[in-house]
């Protein structure tokens, strides 16, 4: 998973960047990773473990307060995908207030 992780990362980057989405890859360990998220008005951390366990928390840039916090569990990589995907729908169309 930590695998799928990566390369939507490489796939989506230059994408997410023309969108206002700037997306890093962290290695969080042997069977984790994790991926910071940020738009103008979201920070969002996706959090994923080998064995399919996610946590997604996304703070509000203007007010640091949190916005977001799912965990998700057994993913698989078509999952991984529409999750990551959705996510990033979600950060472009969010509005404060």
């Known amino acids: 998973m930590v695998d799928v992780l990566r390369s939507w990362c490489a796939e989506q980057e230059q994408a997410l960047a023309s969108k206002g989405v700037k997306v890093e ?22 959090s994923l473990w080998e064995n399919g366990l996610c946590d997604i928390e996304s703070l509000s840039v203007a007010t640091s307060e949190q916005v977001m916090c799912q965990h998700h569990e057994g993913l698989q990589r078509d999952s991984l995908v529409s999750l990551l995907n959705g996510l990033v729908n979600w950060m472009k169309e969010f509005r404060e207030g």
């Not at 969080?28 to 103008?40: R, V």
């Open 25 to 46: 890859f962290f290695e969080g360990g042997a069977e984790s990773a994790y991926i910071d998220l940020q738009s103008e008005l979201i920070l969002s951390r996706v």
